[in-house]
């Protein structure tokens, strides 16, 4: 028993220290993203300028083309060629933060380098942390702090080793991580423990990791969602001849066309609102089970309910007239404020059954004892 | 092998055109309502009828409802609700003179049930009704129809790509509509194009998905009408059985009767709470449960279960939680003579979290004073499971456990008023017609007692006993909500149609082929999504490369325009010259 608990302390210490190496490596990471933006911008990319300047307009040629060329097939295969929807603009997307510039790349590749380091080094943190407690690690807002951020790093880098073109998010997703981590070990940190009966049961592990899944996924769209806007705001000035400033256009010429951030935003958000719709309804069959009701418009139920309406009417808006574009993603992103405010600010500012997660004191009799 | 590029023309007629031309393609590819302009209505209620309608179940509307949903929701979060803490409530009334009547007034104690709530939710549930039952019908009229012909110039297409192939075009054509068949394509020949169409399931999925919503929003109705949820404390040993004056309070939805509850009945064995002994969690449960022999119906079996927080009883539409538990120690009250005139476990309510514990032990019958006159005797009892020990002086229990259990009663005789027809708590005293047992000093007569201790009441009154068996009890809630099934049914079906929805495109796939101006047979493919989608193009690719192998490629002719596959189309021909 005592032994137990002095190896359980020691992978206690562990998770901390690799939390904070996590920590050190993606301050690294982040340096050589920044880095990979400066020397970039060495390179003169104005690809949206020269699309959007009524001048050269004609010229460009939109066209992509998908080349699916087969192993073994021997045949030249025919080419397809894609064109744009009537109406939108015709952008050819950035060429990323380096742009273009080979310096920059490779301070790209070093910086996706040590985010998979840090990812390892943090996924490692939390896994220690849950065998220290013998149980998931999301007992608290410290362990949820630590998965979420991990979790989010961990859908990114999916996305890259899937060959999307997403690695401009890399700068973004450090930052954050950075706070959020910074934040976790300093307010929220919570010495290892084990869970209150209520929280003991399999749906913990179905409904909140499913959560914390769709928290990360929402934040890589809601990053797009905020890129898109501003690259937006970008072309249509390019288009009606203005001139940005000479750092928003450095910036944003090596984003993507807006058009592409849109989608990138709405295929993200699209493709895990099945999956939060899944995770509010596990966590109506938990509280069937645990407080005698599946509904009870508990703050935090209130709050997952409301998250998922902003975002049922950010796919709706999607199909609406008058409300596609900027419209529709400033309603992606009030979902995911929604989202955020579930969950730190009904954590801390709003009590209700849910309040396990507390900050430091110990959860306690949330269930009627 | 000619690859056509784009040659855009800037200016308006060129999109309009364009957006004509996809325009038959692109019809019916979704059921989505059409956006009207707004016209406002000539004439007559009917025609005002029929445009609030309109306007009700349109996109625009459904998502401006949505939207409010969402913004209504928000004050009943962040307000105290009376359906769900009541106590927070009053407590918001004495804090808020001013505020809560206003709140009063705008339902915002009770958002979920309120007016404006309901009134936001039933317009878009009506709205819902009103979209789905037209998109249904559409969808079916879709089914039975087929995919339309090929646009004009297929090369105004999001996707789309050509060859010339030595092929004769009767040739392609067959070969294509077995390909697209194979793929599962509906797929038909019109003119001199195969039409076809795929991701059918979609338009099912979001159809099944809104259905689904309506379908959770009636169970959940249901089940608010109907529902019933009673409380009943059970000491060790002692049984309920699940009729209504069984329990010790209940709630109930208005369309509820008794007759609804349940049948069963159970006993309980053991409850069992072990607590964390150490660290910052010091004193919270760690096990948490209690052993049932239970029985379905009026004579069904005995079957024994051990329910926990997160694992209720399940019998029927019924479940059965564990929602509190405490101590209920078993004394004994002795008259002058000796004569036994109460024995039993006295459950005590626990007053904080290491279960420092208070009640009243009431004995109503068979007790006579010294004097041999009929009274009743009633003693206050303050229990702790672990003493901090006679030198911390207080009855504050110090660990949830039974480490250390110490009882302290003060003693009354007189007439507890039980029969006066006013119902009695069982856990509080009515002291009016009560006189204190006096000690030696005049005080109140009081005692701490160990378990197995006897005290003795003043001047023969008699004695009581601290017996060593000390029970537990377990309170337990008895929800009954039917339509439970019906909201899990409805949520999985609205996430399978989810899914659906969002992950199925449905698109189109147009193969023409004809006889170019040099006879030579031109192929043109397109693709068409109902949103635009990597997928489309990658899919129309695939397509291509496999009708490639059939009909391969032949040479292009020396002077190819980039138009040539314009120009197969003769009904296209002029209006292209027109436009140059
Ligand atoms: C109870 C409230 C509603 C919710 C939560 C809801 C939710 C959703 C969601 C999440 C989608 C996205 C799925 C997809 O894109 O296929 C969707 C699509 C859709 N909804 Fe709703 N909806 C509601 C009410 C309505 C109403 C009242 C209408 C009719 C006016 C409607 C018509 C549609 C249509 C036509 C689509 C497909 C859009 C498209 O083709 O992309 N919905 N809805």
Known sequence: MTLAAATNESLAE??????????????????AYIAEWIFGSRSKVARTAAALTPKTQAKQAPAVTVNKAGGTAVLERPKVVV?????????????????????????GRIAVSLTVLAFLLAFGGVLTRALSVERAPWGNMYEFNITFSTTAVGVYLLLLALKKNVRWLGLFLTTTVLLDLGLAVTVLYTESDQLVPALDSYWLYIHVSTAILCGAVFYVGAVGAVLYLFKDAYETKLAGGGRPGTFAT?????LPAAASLDKFAYRVNAAVFPLWTFTIIAGAIWAGDAWGRYWGWDPKETWSFITWVAYAGYLHARATAGWKGRKAAYLALAAFGCWLFNYYGVNIFVSGKHSYADVGLGALRSVGF | ??????????????????????????????TAPTEEPPNLPSLGVVGWARWFWRQLTSMRVALLLLLLLSLGAIPGSLIPQTGIDETKVADFREQHEVLAPIYDKL?????????????????????????????????????????????????????????????????????????????RFRAHLVGDAVAAEKGYLREVGNLVFHFSLIVMLVAFAWGQLFKSEGNKLVVEGDGFSNTLPQYDDIKSGSLFDAGDLEPFSFTVKDFRGTYERTGPNKGTPRTYEVDLAYSEGAYGEEKKTTVKVNEPLQVGDAKVYLTSHGYAPVVTVRDGK?????????????????????????????????????????????????????ATGTMISQFPALDYPVLALNAYHGDLKANSGIPQSVYQMDKTKMKEFKDADGELFKKLLMPGETMKLPNGAGSVTFEKDIKEWAQFQVVQEPGGGWALGGAVAAIGGLAASLFIQRRRVWVRAAAGPDGVTVVEMAGLGRSESAKVPEELGDLAAVLYDRVPGAPDPDDASPDTSDSPDPQAAPAEGAEK
Not at chain 1, 15 to 29: G, P, R
Not at chain 2, 128 to 157: D, E, K, S
Request: proline residues 6%; hydrophobic residues 40%; aromatic residues 10%.
């Open chain 1, 14 to 31: 562990m998770s901390n220290v690799l939390i904070y190496s996590a920590m050190a490596v993606y301050t690294l990471a982040f340096f």
């Open chain 1, 83 to 107: 064109r744009a929807a009537s109406g939108s603009r015709d952008v050819p997307d950035g060429p990323g933060a380096h742009g273009g510039d080979e310096q920059g790349d490779l301070f």
């Open chain 1, 250 to 254: 450095s910036v944003l010429e090596r």
């Open chain 2, 1 to 30: 092998m000619s690859k056509t590029t784009t040659d855009e023309t800037p200016g308006g007629t060129d999109t309009r055109d364009q957006d004509q031309d996809l325009g038959a393609a692109a019809s019916q590819l979704s």
């Open chain 2, 107 to 183: 339902g915002l104690f009770d958002v979920y049930s309120s007016v404006w709530f309901s009134a936001i939710y039933i317009l878009l549930f009506v709205s819902l009704i009103g979209c789905i039952v037209p998109r249904t019908w559409q969808f079916v009229g879709q089914l039975r129809g087929r995919p339309p012909g090929a646009p004009r110039r297929l090369t105004r297409l999001p996707a789309h790509t050509t060859w010339r192939t030595g092929a004769a075009p009767e040739q392609v054509r067959e070969a294509a509509l077995a390909l697209l068949q194979r793929r």
């Open chain 2, 338 to 390: 000796g004569k036994v005139v109460f024995q039993d476990a006295v459950p005590l309510l626990p007053l904080d979290a290491n279960v420092t514990s208070s009640g009243v032990v009431k004995v109503l019958d068979g007790y006579r004073n010294p004097e041999g006159e009929k009274e009743q005797l009633g003693f206050q009892a303050f229990f702790v499971p672990t003493f901090g020990g006679s």
